[in-house]
Antibody, heavy 125, light 111 residues
Framework: QVQLQESGPGLVKPSGTLSLTCAVSGGSISSSNWWSWVRQPPGKGLEWIGEIYHSGSTNYNPSLKSRVTISVDKSKNQFSLKLSSVTAADTAVYYC??????????????????WGQGTLVTVSS | QSVLTQPPSVSAAPGQKVTISCSGSSSNIGNNYVSWYQQLPGTAPKLLIYDNNKRPSGIPDRFSGSKSGTSATLGITGLQTGDEADYYCGTWDSSLSASYVFGTGTKVTVL
């Protein structure tokens, strides 16, 4: 059974950088899956932040692309998120998730089958 | 700012059926598979439906999914109090700014 666990500071100062790590257990991060970050502001909906493959290939939400970096550490079986220049609008529960993505003749099948429990990050001075 | 539109809320009595719509466009639902997620209060989302209408192991057949054109629908039959949750659709958007997109979310209330 694959398990994902987020970790990192729960409080970040405005204009600072949010840094989170997702540890993967019960499976290899080098498997044929994409690894994503998703966030949810309090009382609001889900927003996809971006994804990484074990090769290091990444894709980001266009609305966050200029501030986001996702990296992978295969030796530790984990991946990480950095979000720079944060404001109060970045306050949210941050989830990591495993994405199953297959593209056949241009049609994309993509879904998240395992999720971490989520971690609340508050941006405040 | 989501490109997938869902009704904010739906409700029904125990044992009844509810349907939740998810409206998108040709760059997302129209040309890619849709998945659905259930989020119980205070918990992480859980995969309910993938590839439009497939259920992961352990998901009861009370939950069903369908897609037609640029819209998708989640159905829940035999509604139970434990089904009270937020439900989100999701899919890949293949536009120039390719990314995964979620629906606006729907709160299901069991009366």
């Amino acid at each position: 059974q694959v398990q994902l666990q987020e970790s990192g500071p729960g409080l970040v100062k405005p204009s600072g950088t949010l840094s989170l790590t997702c540890a993967v257990s019960g499976g290899s991060i080098s498997s044929s899956n994409w690894w994503s970050w998703v966030r949810q502001p309090p009382g609001k909906g889900l927003e996809w932040i971006g994804e990484i493959y074990h090769s290091g290939s990444t894709n980001y939400n266009p609305s966050l692309k200029s501030r986001v970096t996702i990296s992978v550490d295969k030796s530790k079986n984990q991946f990480s998120l950095k979000l720079s220049s944060v404001t109060a609008a970045d306050t949210a529960v941050y989830y990591c998730a495993r994405g199953r993505r297959i593209t056949i003749f241009g049609v994309v099948s993509y879904y998240f089958d395992y999720w971490g429990q989520g971690t609340l990050v508050t941006v405040s001075s | 700012q989501s490109v997938l539109t869902q009704p904010p809320s739906v409700s029904a009595a125990p044992g009844q059926k509810v349907t939740i719509s998810c409206s998108g466009s040709s760059s997302n639902i129209g040309n890619n598979y849709v998945s659905w997620y259930q989020q119980l209060p205070g918990t992480a989302p859980k995969l309910l439906i993938y590839d439009n209408n497939k259920r992961p192991s352990g998901i009861p057949d009370r939950f069903s999914g369908s897609k037609s054109g640029t819209s998708a629908t989640l159905g829940i039959t035999g509604l139970q109090t434990g089904d009270e949750a937020d439900y989100y659709c999701g899919t890949w958007d293949s536009s120039l700014s390719a990314s995964y997109v979620f629906g606006t979310g729907t709160k299901v209330t069991v009366l």
